[in-house]
């Protein structure tokens, strides 16, 4: 089993201003023994062949990716190059574009933020192989609920990712795949359900401190 984060932003971020490194990312996730991360910044590509030689010698696998924003939600693409992340501005270029060996994940899809997707998620559901349950959840308190309800009525894996804007975030949710160690063998593994979810509320001190961190400091 891969332990694997699909949504991360480190570094050079177009909607916030990061304190740390992809590298510093990378070398945590080493030490924490993820085997599987994709750096997913907003509308950019954060991935170089240096990056992902940097990342294996560490032992893991750097998928390149992005959030992007398309009709002004937020999608994730995996396995994204810089010549298709200029294509896609909307769910009919995603379409047009999906057999490139993307995958797509609903990120926190039904979460009160206007950029999470809502209906455009069940609208274009044939379009995401995933759906991202969140991290940023209380034990009385959560917006995965739907995610969940949504991923068993269309039969869509969910994967859990830590939208990590903050060392503090990372780790706090994350899947683990059954899967080889190659970007194929874990894209098919989570389009086969083969994904475990490890997960746990955030306490509410450390909930409001990450908030406060990433939406009022950033």
């Not at 593994?189 to 406060?212: G, Q, S, W, Y």
Request: one cysteine or more; a positive charge; aromatic letters at 10%.
């Amino acid at each position: 089993m891969l332990k694997s984060d699909f949504h991360l932003h480190a570094g050079t971020d177009e909607q916030h201003k990061l304190d740390y490194t992809p590298r510093q990312l990378i070398d945590l996730a080493c030490k924490r023994g993820y085997k599987v991360l994709s750096i997913t910044n907003h509308d950019t590509l954060t991935y170089s062949r240096e990056l992902s030689d940097y990342a294996k010698k560490r032992g893991i696998l750097l998928i390149p990716g992005a959030e992007l924003s398309i009709e002004g939600k937020e999608v994730l693409a995996m396995n994204l190059t810089r010549q298709l992340k200029d294509r896609i501005r909307t769910f009919a270029d995603l379409e047009r574009y999906k057999g490139e060996n993307l995958l797509i994940i609903a990120p926190h899809p039904f979460y009160p933020t206007s950029k999470a997707l809502h209906s455009k998620l069940i609208k274009n559901i044939g379009l995401f192989d995933a759906i991202e349950f969140s991290h940023f959840y209380l034990s009385w308190i959560t917006f995965n609920t739907k995610a969940v309800e949504t991923a068993r009525r269309y039969k869509k894996p969910l994967v859990g990712t830590s939208d990590c804007h903050d060392l503090e975030q990372f780790g706090c949710t994350y899947s683990l795949v059954d899967a080889h160690q190659d970007i194929d063998s874990v894209f098919e593994a989570i389009r086969k359900n083969k994904v475990k979810i490890v997960t746990k509320p955030l306490p509410a001190l450390k909930a409001a401190r990450i908030f406060a961190k990433i939406y009022l400091f950033y």
